[in-house]
């Protein structure tokens, strides 16, 4: 309470005191001062004004002579930007340019003239170090900006390309080939999240990018995102044949996206959608004479087939695809399809031998290549050696070529 009351008496001496017009004044300052000091500095600025004026509009030799002045240095400063422009305006005098450079080093029209002078005489070096100038004084120069990409990209500084790109697409509006060359080069550095949202940005630009549609359906299907995929496969094929009048599209434009959009199907567990575009890769394959295509179609049909029990069926497109594959030069893929074969044969009951053989000769043919499907082959045949009598197991195994082509002739009961 007693500093409650310590406190008050402070104030009202202090208001007390404010009450004396004198110590007022000293306290809070005086208006008649505040005011004769602003008049004081109006009447200066008036007085420079007034002087200024009179020395470019008076009749005294000293307002003549800053007349003649003035006009000495406008002259002089468009004499200099004119010799400047004259002399940086011919791309094909590199030592004007120079001057003109002298002149003003931050002319960033000056640096791109001077860049595409050094790009015509192969000097790489040097158009890169121009276009990066002008990139730095003038970041939202297009041309700049697309052929200093477009130089990286030549040169196979691909990371430098990337980061390039990424930072030129944050200053000026992305157009569909620096868009394209963006996740082109995000997908091959591995960045794949950023080349899909490229490709889509394209996409949003121009819908009709049959192109830029193949990449995003693949990048996507690689990435197991197997409904987005289909969209994009489905509009490419439809692209590619709306027009058929103008355009006929190779077969293989056909097959493969085909037979992708089928797999991605298969994935998502609609089969019998994917058992027609296996079908159709299989017909067209055929026609068009690419072997390799109709073996894997005939193989993803046998697959479908037999899980859905219709062995018989399943066996003879397995059958169909292994002979395919012996007149091709292709051991991985022969392996894989003897590999699943012999799998099949497992599952459906047919005699160990056959079925062991099949595995065996995968084997052989994966031997000496470094692929993931050799150790799966390893773990089945040594799960095969302890099911099988040993004496039976070495028997196939030293004439697995033999009995594999017979596994190539056997029937098997309709379901």
């Known amino acids: 309470m007693a500093i409650i009351n310590i406190h008050h008496f402070i104030l009202d001496g202090a208001i007390w005191k404010l009450r004396d017009s004198k110590i007022s004044g000293l306290l809070i300052g005086n208006s008649n001062v505040i005011k004769t000091v602003g008049e004081s500095s109006s009447r200066s600025i008036k007085e420079i004004l007034t002087y200024t004026k009179s020395l470019f509009t008076g009749s005294s030799s000293l307002a003549r002579a800053a007349r003649f002045a003035l006009l000495f240095l406008l002259f002089l400063l468009a004499g200099i930007d004119q010799a400047r422009f004259y002399l940086g305006f011919n791309e094909k005098n590199p030592t004007n340019m120079a001057k003109a450079e002298i002149l003003n080093p931050y002319d960033a029209t000056l640096y791109l003239r001077m860049a595409?002078?050094?790009?015509?005489?192969?000097?790489?070096?040097?158009?890169?170090?121009?276009?990066?100038?002008?990139?730095?004084?003038?970041?939202?120069?297009?041309?700049?900006?697309?052929?200093?990409?477009?130089?990286?990209?030549?040169?196979?500084?691909?990371?430098?390309?990337?980061l390039h790109y990424k930072q030129m697409l944050e200053k000026i509006t992305p157009d569909k080939d620096s868009l394209i060359n963006f996740s082109t080069l995000a997908s091959k550095l591995g960045k794949t999240d950023e080349a899909i949202d490229g490709w889509r940005r394209v996409l949003e630009i121009e819908p009709e990018n049959k192109t830029v549609r193949l990449y995003l359906a693949e990048t996507l299907f690689n990435q197991s995102k197997f409904l987005e995929a289909i969209v994009h496969y489905e509009k490419h094929i439809a692209l590619l044949t709306e027009k058929l009048q103008e355009r006929r599209p190779e077969p293989k434009e056909i097959i493969y996206p085909s037979l992708n959009l089928a797999r991605c199907y298969q994935s998502v567990g609609q089969m019998e959608v994917a058992a027609k575009y296996f079908q159709l890769v299989q017909s067209i394959a055929t026609q068009a004479g690419d072997r390799k295509a109709e073996s894997l179609s005939l193989v993803s049909l046998a697959d479908i087939l037999a899980a859905n029990g219709k062995s018989s069926e399943a066996n003879k497109l397995y059958q169909k695809a292994i002979e395919i594959d012996l007149t091709l030069d292709d051991r991985r893929a022969e392996a894989v399809d003897w590999f699943n074969y012999g799998q099949f044969l497992r599952r459906v009951g047919a005699t160990d031998s056959l079925a062991l053989a099949c595995i065996l000769r995968a084997e052989h043919l994966l031997k000496s290549l470094s692929v993931p499907e050799v150790e799966t082959v390893g773990r089945v045949l040594e799960q095969m050696s302890s099911e099988m009598d040993k004496d039976s197991f070495e028997e196939v195994k030293k004439d697995f070529n033999k009995k594999s082509q017979q596994a190539l002739s056997i029937n098997l009961p309709s379901q």
């Open 116 to 162: 595409r002078a050094d790009r015509r005489v192969g000097d790489v070096d040097q158009t890169l170090a121009k276009l990066e100038r002008v990139v730095m004084l003038n970041p939202h120069s297009r041309e700049a900006q697309q052929i200093l990409g477009q130089i990286l990209i030549e040169k196979q500084r691909y990371a430098d390309a990337y």
